[in-house]
């Protein structure tokens, strides 16, 4: 349930116009009075002899009954009182209930024997009402509504409890507006998953993940197809914008403009400059020149960039920390943008959730998360990725190595008591859990299918190899279904030249497991992209005592590493 406190008006008839206009509204339908300051009160929606200017005299009463001088330029209080989409709808008692604690709650009307406010809750919707005060007691005095958006957000949570509704987390004033009845009413008409509000919000984060200059995220929202307008100064310096969908139109049939910022606190002109601000031009020309070779080696550097920001996040200071999950987010939206069908959905819904997560009043020191703004780069630049061979394979690797960023993104937002970035980071990492699964599907089973196959000495070295390393992690390894694809990959590792038990112990150390649903999946993909051997294994071979010499590419690369050091040397 979210109570939203609005700025003082100055006209208590200006306000009841719109709660009981039906015409211009299509989602204001039956307006109608729930409770009011003596329950009494003439209801223009019920009574066909009352008026509107009926109820809007008598809530100015007490205002009206000061000296001109004395009255408060802006005396109109104003909240609206959303239930949660997945809520039951409420009966006009509850909401009537809910008004009154509310307006007591926020020291407006606080009863037991004080002079209160005269007020009017009006609903015009299933899911939502509006409460309508002025800023007068009885007794001729300005009520004490000190933190009044605060003091009924309190009172929200406790009702929410009390009726069985969904528990909203406390806000912190970050969060992007939400979608008005209007729109979403606008939005099912039509046909659209998503508002157009929404729609934009995400297409404007797409454009600007891993974005280096303002062209540059000008031009990708001409490609998406927006329709952009732009705000210059007289010295034609560039001070804001603001875009619409080709067919999101109004009554005139004109387009909708939403400015970046009613999109998202991020999202102004100014927020996003942020984003390139520490960025030298060399720099940004370097970054522009090196275009990443595919979509496999862009995954691969984005692994490993994830997993150098858990580090940070982790242990770097907030403003740093803070830096990091916001990239965060736009590797996110820059994966869901690239990837394959199968993965599109869920990785999709992963950035959505996550785009409240890379929001808190931590202000980001911008700069230091140039490796997550690259990778976000490359991610875009490399293209589409398919959704099999090493282009699946990595993309699995690349969200395994997310998954444990989003968990430390988990953990830092729950230190510092953001409870709605730390919800939004837990739906992401589900969504990101559904999507590795789909991604790692086709090469951990080729995996498997190797470890099973290996023959029983290999495997039995590999199993001392694990027990040598890892002697508090072994059993539970070796129990799980991806011991075998974990026992392939060691395999490979000691082909390609390396000691698999340091390899372990190097990958177990790096950061704990306890939050892994598989323990040996994590492993596979740390080991392979710490001795570079490729994802996909579906081209491997096998010598004639099946001791999996691993791919011939994988043969090749350590060959060519080897010798590369040699040269060095």
């Known amino acids: 349930m979210i109570p939203s406190v609005n700025n003082s008006g100055s006209r208590t008839i200006g306000l009841l116009n719109y709660l009981y206009a039906t015409s211009q509204y299509e989602d204001h339908t039956d307006p109608h009075l729930v409770a009011s300051f003596d329950g009494m009160s003439p209801d223009p929606g019920r009574d066909p002899n009352a008026t509107l200017q009926d109820l809007a005299q008598l809530l100015d009463q007490p205002v009206m009954a000061l000296a001109e001088h004395a009255r408060p330029a802006k005396h109109v209080w104003h909240t609206s009182v959303r239930a949660d989409p997945g809520d039951r709808i409420l009966s006009d008692e509850e909401w009537g209930e809910i008004a009154r604690r509310i307006v007591a709650a926020t020291g407006l009307d606080p009863g037991d024997g004080q002079s209160g406010c005269r007020w009017a809750a009006v609903r015009h919707a299933d899911d939502h009402i509006h409460i309508v005060a002025t800023l007068v007691t009885e007794d001729g005095h300005r009520p004490d509504d000190y933190r009044s958006g605060a003091r009924a957000q309190a009172e929200a949570r406790l009702i929410e409890k009390e009726l069985g509704l969904r528990q909203v987390a406390p806000g912190d004033g970050t969060a992007a507006q939400r979608p008005t009845s209007a729109e979403r009413h606008k939005a099912e008409r039509q046909g659209r998953e998503r508002t157009a509000r929404e729609e934009l919000r995400e297409t404007v984060r797409r454009a600007v993940a891993g974005?280096?200059?303002?062209?540059?995220?000008?031009?990708?929202?001409?490609?998406?197809?927006?329709?952009?307008?732009?705000?210059?100064?007289?010295?034609?310096?560039?001070?804001?914008?603001?875009?619409?969908l080709v067919d999101d139109r109004n009554a005139q049939n004109e387009p909708v403009f939403y400015p970046g910022a009613r999109l998202a606190p991020d999202l102004s002109l100014p927020r996003i400059r942020e984003r390139w601000s520490a960025d030298t031009p060399a720099q940004n020309s370097a970054s522009t020149k090196s275009a990443p070779s595919g979509p496999a080696s862009a995954r691969r550097r984005t692994a490993s960039a994830a997993w150098q920001a858990v580090l940070i996040v982790e242990h770097g200071d907030d403003a740093v920390a803070a830096a990091y999950i916001a990239a965060t987010g736009e590797v996110l939206d820059a994966l869901a943008k690239t990837s394959a069908a199968h993965t599109r959905r869920e990785l999709r819904e992963a950035a959505w959730a996550f785009e409240r997560a890379s929001r808190s009043h931590v202000r980001a020191e911008r700069g230091r998360d140039r490796d997550l703004r690259q990778a976000a780069r490359d991610l875009v630049h490399s293209g589409p990725a398919l959704g099999?061979?090493?282009?699946?394979?990595?993309?699995?690797?690349?969200?395994?190595?997310?998954f444990f960023l989003i968990t430390a993104a988990i953990h830092w937002h729950a230190k510092k008591g953001h409870a709605q970035q730390?919800?939004?980071?837990?739906?992401a990492a589900e969504h990101l859990r559904a999507a590795y699964q789909a991604a790692a599907a086709q090469p951990l089973g080729a995996l498997h299918q190797r470890g099973r196959y290996l023959n029983r000495s290999l495997r039995q070295r590999q199993t001392a190899v694990l027990r040598e390393a890892l002697p508090d992690l072994a059993e539970r390894i070796?129990?799980?279904?991806?011991?075998?694809?974990?026992?392939?990959?060691?395999?490979?590792?000691?082909?390609?030249?390396?000691?698999?038990?340091?390899?372990?112990?190097?990958?177990?150390?790096?950061?704990?497991l306890d939050s892994a649903e598989s323990v040996s999946d994590v492993l596979?993909?740390?080991?392979?992209r710490a001795a570079d051997l490729p994802a996909d294994t579906t081209a491997t071979v096998l010598d004639d005592h099946g001791t999996g010499r691993g791919t011939r590419r994988a043969q090749g690369t350590a060959q060519a590493r080897r010798g590369s050091r040699s040269r060095r040397q």
């Open 422 to 427: 730390a919800a939004a980071a837990r739906r």
């Open 211 to 244: 974005a280096s200059s303002e062209e540059e995220f000008f031009d990708r929202l001409a490609a998406a197809g927006l329709l952009i307008r732009k705000r210059a100064a007289p010295s034609g310096d560039l001070l804001g914008y603001k875009v619409a």
């Open 524 to 528: 596979v993909w740390r080991l392979r």
């Open 478 to 512: 070796l129990a799980e279904p991806g011991w075998y694809a974990l026992a392939a990959t060691l395999a490979d590792t000691e082909s390609a030249g390396h000691d698999p038990a340091a390899l372990l112990t190097e990958a177990v150390g790096q950061r704990e």
């Open 388 to 402: 099999r061979g090493e282009d699946g394979a990595t993309t699995a690797m690349a969200i395994d190595m997310l």
